[in-house]
């Protein structure tokens, strides 16, 4: 066995000694204690029987987990009539919480110790059913608690006197704390949860976890938080699952992340890796969990086809760039948030977070072009949430690019809404975002917090590469390349008539269905007043409207006969001598311009060029410029 456990929880009481109050006795081997040398027995009839003892005065009333192993041998009344309770106490109020019964089986280990269960409650959410054995419980103060112990309620007498419930170990966990499992060490003999299940109804080791058990070959009951990896190692630990099933069950219990999974490795170790192949990880409804595959010091965390079902706290995926979650199923989950690791492939579907929240969360500046690739967003019914958050990290200007994904229709199609179920949630109040869409299916609306957004569907690439006109040929970074429309075929303007005034140095244009995007250039000609001449980047107003910078002293109205024309490129060559523009053209779009360097040694002689950028292809020319030195 590879896998081994620490165990975070606070130990109350290992009830291996009978110093109890309520107790019949100490039994050492029948029945089998679950751990260590003893378990404390009652003769428990009809009556409600109930044994406690006192620990070092503790503060539950945030929330946790009170872990108690329990034995009831014969007929058990229901859980409603208080079968099997837990007790807690604070001196002057105690009472006996209803946690399991005939009805209501509590946690087993069906190879283990016979009749043995692991029973939990959460203070902070308690059982709806009670007993009160003194006080009352209105008064409880679960700030100080000073008592626990169980109580049984049998519906047949107990056999000549004998004990027939018995008591074993209790622990504490607060929220977030649990048991952490450690892998392997060589990738050969990597930790599983089969190994945990075992560990954890190992008497021998005098374990009796209460975390983890087996169901069936491959799936895996777990009640309580469970991490994976040992922060404070430096051997190599590795862990590796494939078909299995992680089902953490149903035990009356819902506050905030009192199930939490996580991954987590070691900053001494050298590797600290984790594979998941075809696993399911699966939470009730009525339960809360998190599953945080983020931890620190991860060399690698790989989900492959997984299921994630049921964690309406969050999922944290890895930010580890070569990392694969890919072709995974979220199911009912609350957000899953994106930290640079490959989600391609993926599904998302019957979103549980609150309305206006996103599905998924991308709030890294990394462009996710590669990453989140071919997903698929299926809408809750009835429910105002988004498929995609772009949040508050991201610089300004970015230029995201998503691929092959599918919105379905039920997300709202509309463009700077405010209903909260567009596509899209930008949540930056300044600055610029452009996501370009290719191949990307269903509704695209967006609602932003202020920052401007462009949504450039099905974006096309025109390339110009410029280099010298020698063999073999080198590039010219630095060229100034001016494309703009060359007739009135294409989706651009060309020489259309429009009207200018300027206040404060902002020109605004009246151009009637213009259809220049947000962001991009066009070029004025024909105005008398020749500050309004010129190319300029232009902020879309409406269809019909669009400003763009002069100076302040320019003559307002604009006379003479201005026009129009919209601009593809308009800037210099980088490096690679490389200049691109990229976006959605409705149709094919001719264009004409120049291609020039005579700002500074090298010279070359300018070049016209003329061709049509394929709205569907795009186009990329390849100019040679002649020297003039």
């Known amino acids: 066995m590879t896998t081994t456990f620490t165990d975070q929880r606070a130990l109350l009481d290992d009830a291996d000694t009978d110093d109890w109050t309520g107790t019949d006795g100490l039994d050492t081997s029948a029945p089998t204690p679950v751990e260590a040398s003893g378990c404390l027995g009652l003769v428990v009839s009809t009556e409600t029987q109930e044994a406690y003892d006192t620990i070092t005065s503790d503060d539950w009333s945030a929330g946790g987990t009170f872990f108690a192993w329990g034995r009831a041998y014969g007929a058990m009344d229901t859980l409603s009539a208080g079968g099997i309770q837990m007790i807690i106490g604070d001196g002057t109020n105690r009472e006996g919480y209803h946690v399991g019964g005939s009805d209501v089986t509590g946690f087993r280990h069906f190879d283990g110790p016979v009749e043995w269960a692991c029973f939990v409650m959460d203070p902070a959410n308690k059982p709806a059913s009670s007993t009160n054995f003194a006080g009352s419980e209105a008064s409880l103060d679960e700030s100080a608690v000073t008592q626990v112990g169980m109580a049984f309620k049998t519906l047949a007498k107990s056999v000549g006197g004998s004990r027939n419930c018995h008591i074993d170990i209790m622990r504490w966990a607060d929220i977030g704390v649990g048991v952490t499992f450690t892998g392997g060490t060589t990738s050969g003999a990597a930790g599983s949860m089969s190994e945990a299940a075992v560990l954890d109804r190992a008497i021998t080791t005098l374990a009796a976890l209460g975390i983890v058990h087996e169901l069936a070959s491959g799936v895996f009951g777990i009640q309580g938080n469970i991490i994976l990896g040992d922060s404070t190692s430096s051997s190599d630990q590795y862990w590796e699952e494939s078909n299995a099933t992680y089902a953490w069950e149903d035990r009356g219990l819902s506050t905030d992340n009192y199930y939490r999974f996580a991954l987590i490795g070691s900053s001494t170790a050298t590797n600290c890796e984790f594979s998941f192949t075809a696993c399911t990880f699966v939470v009730p409804s009525t339960a809360s969990a998190s ?339």
């Not at 259309?496 to 962001?519: F, K, L, W």
């Open 291 to 629: 599953f945080d595959g983020n931890g620190a010091d991860i060399t690698v965390a790989n989900l492959l086809g997984c299921t994630l079902i049921g964690f309406d706290q969050g999922i944290e995926t890895s930010d580890d760039t070569g990392d694969d979650w890919t072709n995974c199923s979220y199911i009912a989950n609350a957000s899953v948030t994106t930290n640079g690791c490959d989600l391609s492939g993926s599904s998302l579907s019957q979103y549980v977070g609150a309305a206006n929240t996103s599905m998924l969360i991308h709030n890294i500046d990394v462009d996710p072009n590669g990453k989140l690739d071919n997903l698929t967003f299926t809408k809750t019914s009835g429910t105002a949430h988004h498929a995609i958050e772009f949040g508050t990290a991201i610089s300004d200007a970015a230029d995201f690019t998503l691929t092959g994904c599918d919105f379905g229709t039920d997300f709202s199609a509309t463009e700077d809404g405010s209903v909260g179920d567009e596509t899209f949630h930008f949540k930056d109040t300044t600055g610029s975002i452009t996501l370009n869409l290719v191949g990307c299916s269903g509704n695209k609306g967006y609602r932003t917090e202020g920052v401007t957004v462009t949504i450039v569907d099905a974006p096309v690439t025109t390339q110009i590469t410029v280099t010298d006109a020698e063999t073999p040929p080198v590039a010219i970074s630095g060229a100034r390349v001016f494309l703009e429309a060359s007739d009135g075929t294409g989706p651009l303007p060309y020489q259309e008539s429009v009207s200018i005034t300027q206040t404060a140095g902002t020109a605004t244009v009246t151009h009637t269905a213009h259809g220049i995007p947000d962001g991009t250039n066009v070029v004025i000609r024909g105005a008398t007043q020749n500050g309004y001449n010129k190319v300029g980047i232009i902020t879309v107003n409406n269809a019909n409207e669009y400003t763009y910078a002069v100076d302040s002293g320019t003559v307002s109205p604009a006379t003479g006969s201005p026009v129009a024309s919209g601009v593809l490129i308009s800037g210099t060559t980088n490096g690679s001598g490389i200049i691109t523009d990229v976006r959605t053209l409705a149709s094919d779009q001719p264009f004409t311009g120049t291609v020039r360097k005579s700002s500074g040694s090298p010279y070359y002689q300018p070049s016209r060029i003329n061709d049509t950028t394929d709205s569907v292809n795009g186009k990329s020319v390849i100019v040679a410029l002649l020297s003039d030195e």
